[in-house]
């Protein structure tokens, strides 16, 4: 029987690219998210957010990228919702590859993680 997935992609990414490949490898239904192309809007990620089970918005977030420096998001102040409408105008900040099954989600980084997600809806 075939996983649901859906897949936040982009296809410049090593990583997502791995991601995308070995889904396709164990016959998940793949919907894939040119998140770049269509980014998710703040609800969306808000969604994003719970279903990963994150501390703080920051770790689904590329803190490493010019334009988090840029826009000055490491200041502690900001309040979650201002991160997620950051991430909603400047999807470059949202980490990949992002997958989600039912109403859970992992960060493929390391491709492990995704990996223990299928596992566990799996049994």
Excluded: F
């Excluded at 690219?17 to 889904?23: C, G, I, N, S, Y």
């Excluded at 490898?25 to 279903?51: F, N, T, V």
């Excluded at 919702?81 to 989600?105: F, K, S």
Aim: aromatic fraction near 4%; proline fraction near 4%; include cysteine.
């Amino acid at each position: 029987m075939s996983i649901n997935v859906t897949l936040y992609h982009n296809n410049r990414c090593s990583k997502s690219r791995e991601a995308l490949a070995w889904l396709e490898e164990q016959g998940a239904a793949i919907k894939l998210i040119h998140y770049l192309d269509a980014p998710p809007d703040a609800a969306m990620l808000r969604q994003l957010y719970q279903q990963l089970g994150l501390d703080l918005v920051r770790g689904m977030m590329r803190t490493k990228e010019n334009i988090y420096a840029e826009l000055g998001l490491a200041n502690e102040s900001l309040s979650e919702d201002d991160l997620l409408a950051a991430i909603a105008a400047h999807p470059t900040l949202l980490e990949r590859p992002l997958a989600v099954v039912d109403n859970q989600a992992a960060i493929g980084r390391p491709l492990n993680n995704i990996m223990a997600l299928l596992n566990k809806k799996a049994t």
